[in-house]
C-alpha cells in the first residue's frame, strides 16, 4: 500500500463570452468638465461686469453650473457610446484551462 501521488490532470471548460469595447465613462464626464470650463471663461469675458460682481465671482458661479452640466452631458454621451457598442459586439469561444496542482501552489506563495 504505497500512496504515490496523482499526476495533476487538466481541467478544460469551453464557453462562450461577448466581447465588447466599452467606454470609460470617467473620461467622458472630465472631458465634460473641462469643456464646462472653457465655456465659463468665455461667458464671464463675454458679458460686462455689473458692480455688484468681480469677474472672478462671475466665473466662480458660471463654473459651478457649467462644470456639474457639462459633466452630466459627458456622462449621457458616454452611456449612448456604450448602447452603441453593445450593438458592435461579438461572440467568442473562451477555453479555460485549470490543473488541479494551481489552487495549492498559488496558496502557498502569498
Known sequence: MTDEPQAPRDETE???ARVRRSPRIFNFVLAGVIVGAIVALILTFAFPADGEFGPLQIFGFLLLIAAVVFGAAGAVVA???????RRNAREVEVVRQRENGDDDEAGSQL
Open 14 to 16: 469551453r464557453v462562450t
Open 79 to 85: 452611456l449612448i457610446v456604450d448602447r452603441a457598442s
